[in-house]
């Protein structure tokens, strides 16, 4: 699933022949302290987990980093604990505070960067007492972003600050202020919203640094407005990668054409997918629904992986399978690589209904509810092993009706399989359901886990993390990592699931879970399992043995011919 939003973006590319803003699609110090002063310049906070990137480190303990490439510096206002934010609309936890917030993006900016970013937190005294090192630390920063700045003597500060900084004229600078009634105008390194005219031959001229940040600008912008975390993040990391000199993984590739790779490379990239690809590419154009899958692309913002994906299940063929298996995992045209993300570092449970887990045990708790002779006791003994009651990823967990179904293999030693059934709603209105089917393999430790799928021609592997169950299997949390290769694709997730979709009454000890996997609880979607809604009524039954009543079968006749 992840992965196929990039296999039509692709093929949006052959056949428009644009360009595009580069946009693939989508710190802190530890010291032991969980609140803040007013006026502090620095606020920090332990984390109850271990959260290591390239080497293992520790909540509430310093160690050696990789050296950092630059640093991002939130400003807040003085009551920022009282002040609720956009984010969390769709959570079951509520909006969360700004600091909260900003706590949650501290943590995340170095999870993203592989430790390469910095960030740091200061609260805006409310006596409009603002120190030399305070305005210093503001103006030494590469990334300012303020939130919810909202008192007159503050922006007037802010402002101050923002026109000192673009004096400064340094490409490697940024700064926003968000959620404010009159905030200062941006930067994005060598855009200056503010003394760049539109026909400044800078920014006519689309190949130009001033040019390319100004397309960042607005694509930043429209990445905050979305007000979840994983888009706030990710367009900071945007303008690491294009404004600091070093690459920052996550959004280092883009299959798109566009001007920050220049001519050359895009006549390379587009050579290749004609004489490696040509039977697929003139199929897949000649086909009229791959062709309205491409005009409906060409009208999609890039970087929204679900309205993308939406659109891809709307028009699912096996041209389109082909065309992606051969432009990108066959052939990685657009060279992309990418690996499993290390960070945060999350701890599997280590026992089970009061007895050390052993990884037997572990896959039995995948099995949970569904009727599989394989299914520990306790189960509910339905078509399902568990249904998704929340998540926590941006672009892949907000599908409604979304069903998970845990089996061995046939042998019953090649691992299991996991088929996810989930419906979406299309582009035009309908409402169909989407299966993909995984293979899983144990991971070194119990009650961890290996996953891999070939989804629409592209290959994604992803790591699993049993954080919390009950012993009642009431509940399950899960935390996954991911990675699609070919497509330079990485993300994070985490899952609480029940055996009917529905949410636990008592959450709070499940939010603390949550945050124990580097979740904060603001951060989930609510799923809607609702049998007996408009969608899931039109959708029909969900096909949720496709793939297993073949599995069964072929388990059968070698119990039957053990030969």
Partial sequence: ????????????????????????????????????????????????????????????????????????????????????????????????????????????????????????????????????????????????????????????????????????????????????????????????????????????????????????????????????????????????????????????????????????????????????????VAKCVADEQCKECLDALTALDTTDQVASYRTIVSYESELLKDFSFCILQKNNIFNCDANIPQSPKVTPISEFRGKPLTKNIARGILIGHLDDDKALEGGDKISTSWKVAAGANVAYDQFPSQNQIFYETASGKGGMWYDPVFRVETVDGRNVWCKRHYRVRDGEVPGTFYFSVLDNGVTSNEFWTIVDVADDLSHIIFHYAGAAGAVGQRYLGGLLCTSDGSLPKELEEIYGKFRSAGIDPWELFIVDNSPDSPGALEAGEPPLDFFRKDVLAQKRRLQNDPE
């Fill in 1 to 280: 699933m992840k992965a196929s939003t990039f296999l039509l973006l692709s093929l949006a590319t052959v056949a428009c022949h644009g360009f595009s803003s580069q946009a693939p699609r989508f710190a802190f110090r530890w010291m032991p302290s969980s609140t803040y002063a007013k006026g502090d310049t620095r606020l920090y906070e332990v984390i109850p987990q271990e959260i290591p990137a390239k080497s293992s480190e520790t909540a509430g303990t310093v160690i050696d980093s990789p050296k950092t490439v630059g640093n991002v510096l939130f400003v807040l206002p003085h009551n920022a604990g009282e002040i609720k934010s956009n984010f969390g609309s769709r959570s079951p936890y509520g909006s969360p505070s700004i600091l909260e917030v900003a706590q949650q993006l501290q943590r995340k900016v170095r999870w993203f960067s592989d430790l390469l970013v910095d960030a740091d937190i200061v609260v805006l005294p409310e006596n409009g007492d603002y120190t030399n090192d305070l305005e210093t630390q503001a103006l030494e920063s590469d990334a300012l972003i303020a939130l919810h700045v909202t008192d007159n003597k503050d922006i007037a500060w802010l402002q101050t600050v923002f026109n000192r900084r673009s004096q400064l004229q340094l490409p490697n600078m940024c700064h926003f202020a968000l959620e404010s009634d009159s905030p200062p105008p941006s930067r994005c390194g060598p855009y200056d919203s503010t003394a760049s005219s539109s026909l400044s031959p800078k920014l006519l001229l689309p190949w130009t640094n001033s040019a390319s940040g100004k397309r960042l600008d607005e694509q930043m912008k429209g990445l905050f407005e979305r007000w979840t975390s994983d888009d706030f993040t990710y367009a900071i990391m945007l303008f690491f990668n294009r404004f600091s000199g070093t690459e920052i993984d996550w959004c280092k590739h883009s299959i798109d054409a566009t001007w920050e790779k220049g001519p050359w490379r895009n006549a390379k990239e587009f050579y290749n997918m004609v004489t490696k690809c040509g039977d697929c």
